[in-house]
C-alpha cells in the first residue's frame, strides 16, 4: 500500500476520466460531422482530418466554428428519435398525400371506402 499513495491513485483515477472525455468530445464531433448537412464531402473530409491529426486544435476549430450549429443539429436528432419532426417535413408530406388521395376520388379511380381507408393511412398518428 505505501508504493502508491492515495493521492496517486486519485490522479491515476483523474487522468483515466480526462481520457474518457476527451474521446467522448470527439466522438460527438466526429459524429456532427457526418450529420452536418451543411458540408459537403470534401469539406467533411478535411474537418475529420484535422480532428484526427491534431486533434486538440480541430476540436477547438469545429466547436468555434460549428457550434451552435451542433447544438440545433443534436436537437433535431434528438426530437426525432422521439417522433416529433422539428422540420414538419412529415406534416408537408401528408398534406400532398392527402391533395393526391382527394383527386383520385375526384376522378372516380378510389371508391369512398378505399378514399377512407388510405387517408387513414396517410395521415401520422
Known amino acids: 500500500m505505501d508504493d502508491y499513495p492515495m493521492f496517486d491513485v486519485f490522479l491515476t483515477m483523474l487522468i483515466f476520466f480526462l481520457w474518457v472525455i476527451w474521446f467522448a468530445i470527439v466522438i460527438h464531433i466526429v459524429v456532427d460531422i457526418f450529420r452536418n448537412e451543411d458540408l459537403n464531402g470534401m469539406r467533411k473530409a478535411l474537418w475529420l482530418l484535422l480532428v484526427f491529426v491534431l486533434p486538440l486544435l480541430g476540436v477547438l476549430l469545429y466547436v468555434i466554428n460549428q457550434g451552435s450549429g451542433m447544438s440545433n443539429r443534436n436537437v433535431a436528432t434528438r426530437m426525432s428519435a ?3 419532426d422539428p422540420m414538419g417535413s412529415s406534416a408537408v408530406a401528408s398534406a400532398g398525400e392527402l391533395e393526391r388521395l382527394a383527386a383520385l376520388r375526384q376522378s372516380g379511380a378510389l ?4 378514399y377512407a381507408r388510405a387517408k387513414h393511412h396517410a395521415l401520422p398518428m
Open 82 to 84: 422521439f417522433g416529433h
Open 111 to 114: 371508391t369512398e371506402a378505399e
